[in-house]
């Protein structure tokens, strides 16, 4: 689960937010695990914050947002097509490999079929990527993820589950896709309003996740001590293999280094709360343990290759001539 700030040009308040973000998750859930008769009887608040979250989204985007994905068809057709092809898949392969019980490899594979994670924006940001690709991109499988995430899901998952399509996708147009219209629909009308919120959103969403992680942490804390270390494994190698496997696209793909790093973290990170709530809602709560562990791994993981990436000179930009001059960069491919 991550946070929504799908800006062009994240600003202090969002960098700090995405920053301690990782850290406020960690005291969600110790909270949760720790005080698990007081946050288990709260399951149902998962599918409202959510939907706040993702109402959050929306609020932030506006007319140019959309207006990019129509500009780069080619890019984003890849970019969409590696988030839903890779990412479920190695959420299959990894739950076949580490042989996970029914239960937590149908939270693993509902992990991998679900859109980027909007924290991939301040993150593409920090790791001097295409922002506006992230936005693009982040946007664009969002949209996408009511038909999607059941379709993927439904389909790794074979008879292993009772859950129909027409049931999620119910549950994602009504957590997810109406919420981030409305958010549009308030931003279009209400513009000087909401940018006059702005930075409060990351604050907002990032209270809201700690207490969604706590909640479903409180629901499988009996299971944590000895499922936890077995989750974190399958985390990692999944997020990890994405963030490889997407960044491999991008060069493959002919991008240019900026839009390599951004299609690495899109592809890498995922929408985390959504796989949370969906586990709760239609399989369990300890279906909804790798989601909880992701929400806090995909950031760390995250701010770690962006500071990675930051280090590392991008051959777009100007570079100095040997008098001195300033000698014009490479026009990057995307």
Not at 5 to 24: I, K, M, N, Y
Request: include cysteine; aromatic fraction near 6%.
């Amino acid at each position: 689960m991550t946070a929504p700030e799908v800006l062009s040009a994240p600003g202090r308040a969002e960098r700090l937010a995405v920053t301690l973000f990782p850290l406020l998750v960690i005291i969600g859930g110790l909270v949760g695990y720790l005080q698990s008769d007081t946050f288990k009887p709260l399951g149902t608040v998962i599918p409202w914050g959510l939907g706040l979250i993702m109402f959050f989204m929306g609020a932030t985007l506006t007319a140019p947002d959309f207006a990019r994905i129509a500009r780069r068809p080619l890019v984003m057709a890849g970019g969409v097509a590696a988030q839903y092809i890779i990412m479920p898949l190695l959420g299959w392969a990894v739950a076949r490999a580490l042989n996970l019980p029914p239960e937590l490899a149908a939270g693993v594979i509902l992990l991998g079929c679900v859109p980027g994670g909007t924290a991939s924006n301040v993150v593409t940001y920090l790791a001097r990527g295409d922002v506006a690709l992230s936005v693009s991109l982040t946007t664009a499988s969002t949209l996408l993820a009511p038909i999607m995430t059941p379709l993927l899901t439904l389909w790794l998952m074979g008879e292993a589950t009772e859950v129909g399509f027409a049931t999620l996708m119910l549950s994602i147009v009504k957590t997810v896709l109406l919420p981030v219209i409305l958010g549009v629909v308030t931003r279009t009308f209400f513009a000087r309003g909401m940018e006059a919120v702005q930075p409060l959103l990351p604050w907002l969403t990032t209270a809201t996740i700690g207490l969604i992680v706590a909640v479903i942490v409180a629901g499988s804390a009996e299971r944590l001590a000895t499922a936890g270390l077995l989750v974190l494994v399958a985390v990692v190698l999944h997020n990890g293999l994405g963030l490889l496997l997407g960044y491999l696209v991008g060069r493959m793909m002919g991008l240019s280094v900026a839009a390599q790093r951004t299609m690495a973290i899109e592809v890498g990170m995922q929408n985390s709360g959504l796989a949370a709530s969906l586990s709760t809602l239609h399989f369990s709560p300890l279906a909804a343990l790798p989601a909880a562990v992701a929400a806090v791994w995909h950031n760390l993981s995250g701010a770690m290759l962006a500071a990675y990436f930051a280090r590392q000179p991008l051959p777009e930009e100007p570079r100095t001539g040997e008098h001195g001059e300033t000698v014009p960069a490479t026009p990057p491919l995307s």
